[in-house]
C-alpha cells in the first residue's frame, strides 16, 4: 500500500511539474462514495460522469463494496489526494475517521465538497444532500397517517456513524415526539445498511414487540431487510423505505411497503461535480446544497416527475 502511494504521489508530482500547460487543461476531481453495490450510488455517479462532461472535467467515482468499510474508504481517500487533485468530493461514512485527511486536503489548498452524508467539521466548502431530518419527518408524518395516530413503532437504520444515519434517525424520532403524542418509538436498531443483517434485526423487533404496527426503513439496505423480516415472521406492519432500487419500487406497486422517500442521487452527484468547479475557480459557495426529496407511493410511483429521481 505504502508503496504504490509513494509512486502515485511521485508520478502526481512529475506531472505537475512536467507539464505546465496539460495540468491547465485536464482538472482531475475524484469522489470518493460510501459504497457502490447500492443502486443509489449508481445514479450518483451517473450525475457526476455527466457534469464531468459539462464542464470538461475528469472524474473519477470509488466506494469500498460495503459501507461498513470506513478504513478502505480512509484508504480510497488517502490515494486520491495523493495524486494531487484540484478539489475532492467526499461522502463520509465517519466524519471523525475522516478528519486528520481532510485536514491535509485543506492545508494543500484542495478544496473538499462533501456529498450525501456531511462531514461534521467546516473543512468541507459545501455539502451537496438531502435535508435528511425534515426526508424523515415527512415519514414520520406519513406513518402516523397509515397507523390511525397511535401505536407501536420502530426503526432499521444502517448506522449511527454517517450524517445521513444520525438525520434520519432523529427526523424521524423527533417528528413522531413532537407531533405525534400517541405514537411510540419502541426500538432503533442498525443493520448496516445491508439486507441480510437488517432482516436479523427487524425480526428480533418483531419477536420484542408483538403489537409493533410500522418499521421504518432508513435506506435502501435497510428497508428491504424491514421488508423481508416482516414477510419471513409473517407479521402485517407498515413499512415506510428510503430511497428506490428495483425491490423496493416492486414492494410499493403490490402493496407490501406503503411507500418511501426518495432523494434525487443524479442530483447529488451533479451538484457535487459542479460546486467543485466552482470552488476551484474561487466561487463561493452556499454552506449546503439542498437537492430535494419526494415522497412516492402507488398513486405517484409513475409519476414523470417522480420516475426522474427514482433508480432501479
Known amino acids: 500500500m505504502f508503496k504504490s502511494k509513494l509512486i502515485g504521489a ?3 508530482l512529475a506531472f ?10 485536464e482538472t482531475y476531481i475524484p469522489l ?3 459504497g457502490f453495490q447500492h443502486q443509489f450510488w449508481q445514479a450518483v455517479k451517473s450525475g457526476a460522469d455527466q457534469a464531468a462532461k459539462d464542464y470538461k472535467v475528469k472524474v473519477t467515482f470509488e466506494g469500498p463494496e460495503t459501507e461498513a468499510m470506513v478504513d478502505k474508504q480512509i484508504d480510497m481517500l488517502s490515494a486520491a489526494l495523493a495524486k494531487k487533485p484540484q478539489a475532492v468530493g467526499f461522502a463520509a461514512l465517519d466524519s ?3 478528519l486528520p485527511l481532510l485536514k491535509k486536503a485543506q492545508a494543500a489548498k484542495i478544496p473538499v465538497v ?3 452524508s456531511g462531514v461534521d467539521s467546516d473543512i468541507p466548502v459545501t455539502t451537496a444532500t438531502t435535508d435528511n431530518k425534515a426526508a424523515a419527518a415527512l415519514a414520520a408524518d406519513k406513518m402516523a397517517e397509515l397507523i390511525g395516530n397511535e401505536g407501536e413503532v420502530a426503526v432499521v437504520a444502517h448506522d449511527q456513524t454517517s450524517r445521513t444515519g444520525i438525520d434520519r434517525r432523529d427526523g424521524f424520532v423527533e417528528r413522531i415526539k413532537s407531533a405525534h403524542p400517541k405514537i411510540k418509538v419502541v426500538s432503533v436498531q442498525y443493520g448496516g445498511g445491508d439486507h441480510l443483517k437488517s432482516t436479523e434485526v427487524t425480526k428480533s423487533i418483531l419477536q420484542a414487540y408483538p403489537k409493533l404496527k410500522g ?3 432508513a435506506n435502501e439496505g435497510s428497508a428491504i431487510g424491514a421488508l423481508n ?3 419471513e415472521m409473517k407479521r402485517k406492519v407498515v413499512i415506510i423505505g428510503y430511497d428506490s432500487g428495483k425491490q423496493q419500487k416492486d414492494a410499493i406497486r403490490d402493496g407490501q411497503m406503503a411507500g418511501a422517500i426518495t432523494q434525487n442521487p443524479v442530483g447529488i452527484g451533479y451538484k457535487t461535480v459542479e460546486a467543485a468547479v466552482k470552488a476551484i475557480k474561487g466561487e463561493k459557495l452556499p454552506k449546503v446544497i439542498d437537492t430535494g426529496f419526494y415522497w412516492y407511493d402507488k398513486s405517484n410511483i409513475d409519476d414523470p416527475k417522480i420516475v426522474a ?3 432501479d
Open 114 to 116: 462533501a456529498f450525501d
Open 229 to 231: 423480516g416482516a414477510k
Open 215 to 217: 418499521i421504518f426503513g
Open 96 to 98: 471523525k475517521a475522516a
Open 32 to 34: 470518493i462514495s460510501k
Open 309 to 311: 429521481v427514482l433508480y
Open 10 to 12: 511521485a508520478l502526481g
Open 16 to 25: 505537475a511539474v512536467g507539464s505546465g500547460g496539460a495540468m491547465a487543461q
